[in-house]
């Protein structure tokens, strides 16, 4: 029985412990007329022999994360194989999240719901808060962008793109600014106070392409990267738009569109003075924000973000493994391929753990200097995305379910 919720009352909560793929990747790709381009779905070559990898029992299990909240905020049926994401925000306080269906709705961590607003749309992209303003921005399913009130979730204004948003904006108070990466290759500007559109800067598009895009990045406070379907990286000024740099992440290979796709669409990572991309065509590079040279790390084909510790470089990658590459080498350290065909998440460092998710919804713990598993939690739903936010693990899957807990 799912839990709903209901205004102003607490919600009982519940846990639950319990060659490259293309078999795993084409089959989340979507083939249809969102971009400029086509973008491939439901491609399927069926082998019986490639199959998810079946847990094992763990040895005496460490005790990591203890149960927060975990609530289902409902949504509409979704595909089993749309690799949509939708991220709930953590404002330290309340929790702001949005349903496929189109409910955007704020709470309490003891599931006290604060008020909810239905945008009348599918929402594809979000959340995005920004703490100073109390503004919180979706985009829907036919490219509008609606900003509501963090506090009562009254509407603010509402902008129509003339492309669907995949992934959440990124918000800059400073410069009011925000900031968009939509499914045409076009990187959106809007005012903050009024949706206006103040800019935009397109970037090439090839034939065919992932179905997603990665979250925009703030640099630092007058720079946002934004990273492309063509396999760059580009920073532009977060106030005017203009262009400051580009890199080429991703170098294309192959003879068909297929194989000559080359996708950024995990979020850039900064670390002392460096980004971290993946990419789809299988490449992980380091870019010196100062000086604007890359360092070629490995052959790595992936569609998320890597996690950068103190000493390691986590990737997941398209076949279910885990590795961590030396941060100052870039030599393999670890390697994990106990998770084949799982459809992983990005991993996320938790003190002395690296966490990563899968399409069972269980989330996995490994040591992080050596890549052993040794702690499970689980929630309802395929995972796409794990985000950590202090001390807690904020989750949501694709079926609407919300799972947060705390080390």
């Known amino acids: 029985m799912k839990i709903q919720m209901k205004y102003n009352q607490p919600i009982k909560h519940r846990f639950m412990n319990d060659k490259r793929v293309y078999n795993f990747v084409l089959a989340g790709l979507v083939y249809s007329g969102l971009m400029g381009c086509s973008s491939v779905s439901h491609i399927t070559h069926k082998d019986e022999t490639k199959k998810p990898t079946k847990l094992v029992a763990i040895d005496n299990p460490v005790e990591v994360l203890q149960p927060v909240l975990d609530v289902d905020i ?5 595909a089993k194989k749309d690799p949509l994401k939708l991220e709930p925000v953590f404002d330290g306080e309340k929790v702001y999240s949005a349903s496929r269906a189109g409910e955007v709705n704020a709470m309490l961590l003891t599931a006290v719901r604060l008020w909810l607003t239905d945008v009348k749309d599918e929402i594809t992209g979000g959340v995005a808060y920004d703490g100073t303003t109390q ?25 129509q793109l003339p492309a669907t948003v995949l992934s959440p904006a990124v918000i800059s108070s400073d410069y009011q600014r925000v900031m968009l990466s939509a499914n045409d290759g076009v990187f959106y500007g809007l005012d903050l106070s009024s949706g206006q ?33 063509d396999g760059r990286m580009y920073a532009l000024n977060i106030d005017t738009g203009k262009p400051k740099w580009s890199h080429r992440i991703a170098q ?17 990572v900064i670390n002392d003075g460096r980004i971290y991309s993946t990419s789809y065509s299988g490449q992980l590079v380091s870019i010196d924000l100062k000086e604007h040279k890359s360092v070629y790390f490995d052959k790595v084909a992936s569609l998320h973000e890597p996690v950068v510790t103190d000493k390691f470089v986590v990737v997941s990658d398209l076949e ?38 899968d399409y069972k919804g269980v989330v996995h713990l490994l040591n992080k200097d050596t890549g052993a598993i040794v702690s499970r939690v689980n929630t309802e739903g395929a995972l796409n995305y794990l985000q950590v936010i202090g001390n807690k693990l904020i989750t949501q899957s694709a079926t609407g379910h919300i799972a947060i807990w705390q080390w």
């Open 74 to 78: 409902g949504g509409a049926r979704v």
């Open 135 to 159: 503004t919180v921005v979706v985009s829907t399913k036919d490219g509008k962008i609606v900003a509501l009130s963090g506090k009562d979730g009254a509407e603010k204004w509402k902008t």
């Open 197 to 229: 559109l103040v800019w935009q800067f397109a970037s090439s598009v090839p034939k065919m392409s992932v179905r997603g895009t990665a979250k925009p990045k703030l640099l630092d406070i007058e720079t946002v990267s934004f990273s492309g379907a």
């Open 252 to 268: 294309a290979k192959g003879t068909s569109e297929v194989e000559r796709m080359m996708d950024l669409d995990g979020s850039a």
């Open 320 to 357: 279910g493994n885990v590795i961590a590459y030396d941060k100052k080498t870039g030599k393999q350290s670890w390697k994990n391929s106990e998770l084949k065909l799982r459809k992983l998440t990005n991993p996320v460092e938790l003190n002395n753990y690296i966490a990563i998710g």
